[in-house]
């Protein structure tokens, strides 16, 4: 299994400014997530990092509020851009487990998560 | 779109009390089946999981889950709970040929010793 870590843990935020979210994981993965989890729902996922490649973003959420860096097979941000309370929430990242990306037997390991709060 | 439910947002049991939490999805092609628990402070984890063949599948700490076809159903059952089993859990749902997830609400179980 893949061992992700993500800064910062937690913040909080005053509206209008953007946060960086950083994860990083342990091993050359092809396939990253980032999803969002906001207070008493599901997980949601924002857009999929594939190295290499723009960003693929989920119907709801685009690169100008959620701009996604993928530099390498180990690491990449997510930016939460011109906050509002609105965006407060836990984001996750998560990695594919197959080297190869994609298949549908693999599986996903989530990060600890970042909790934000925007004021 | 394909949706995931999760019929009960919190359970509270005793120790030793049997589980069984329920989860349904909306999509009728070949899915792959995913259950996660998040214990408190930690992040998530991977509790079981079905691609294909017995459809009832066993997973870490005693959880097993059962794959209904006809009642598009994946139900997570232990038959003993233990306090340390408190946590979310989060039933998934992945279309065969698909690499995204969709989640359900999770559900908070809650075991009092």
């Known amino acids: 299994s893949a061992v992700i870590s993500q800064k910062p843990s937690r913040d909080i935020c005053q509206r209008g400014t953007s946060l960086t979210i950083q994860c990083q994981v342990d091993?050359?993965?092809?396939?990253m997530f980032w999803y969002r989890q906001q207070p008493g729902q599901s997980l949601t996922l924002i857009a999929t990092?594939?190295?290499?490649?723009?960003?693929?973003?989920e119907s709801g959420f685009v690169i100008d509020k959620f701009p996604i860096s993928r530099p390498n097979l180990t690491f990449s941000t997510l930016t939460v851009s011109n906050m509002s309370p609105e965006d407060s929430s836990i984001y996750l990242c998560?990695?594919?487990?197959?080297?190869?990306?994609?298949?549908?037997?693999?599986?996903?390991?989530f990060g600890p998560g970042t909790r934000l709060t925007v004021l | 779109a394909q949706s995931v439910s999760q019929h009960n947002h919190h359970v509270i049991l005793s120790e030793a009390a049997s589980l069984e939490l329920g989860c349904n999805y909306s999509?009728?092609?070949?899915?792959?089946l995913f259950w996660y628990v998040q214990y408190p402070g930690q992040h998530l984890q991977l509790l079981l999981k079905?691609?294909?063949?017995?459809?009832l599948v066993k997973g870490i700490k005693g959880f097993e889950a059962e794959f209904i076809k006809s009642k598009f159903s994946f139900n997570l059952r232990k038959p003993s709970v233990q306090w340390s089993d408190t946590a979310e859990y989060f039933c998934?749902?992945?279309?065969?040929?698909?690499?995204?997830?969709?989640f359900g609400k999770g559900t908070l179980l809650t075991v009092n010793p």
């Open positions: 998934a749902v992945r279309k065969g040929s698909n690499y995204k997830l969709t």
């Open positions: 091993s050359q993965v092809t396939m």
């Open positions: 079905y691609f294909s063949g017995d459809p």
């Open positions: 999509y009728g092609g070949t899915v792959n």
């Open positions: 998560s990695v594919d487990s197959g080297t190869s990306g994609g298949s549908y037997r693999n599986e996903q390991f």
């Open positions: 990092a594939n190295q290499g490649s723009e960003a693929t973003y």
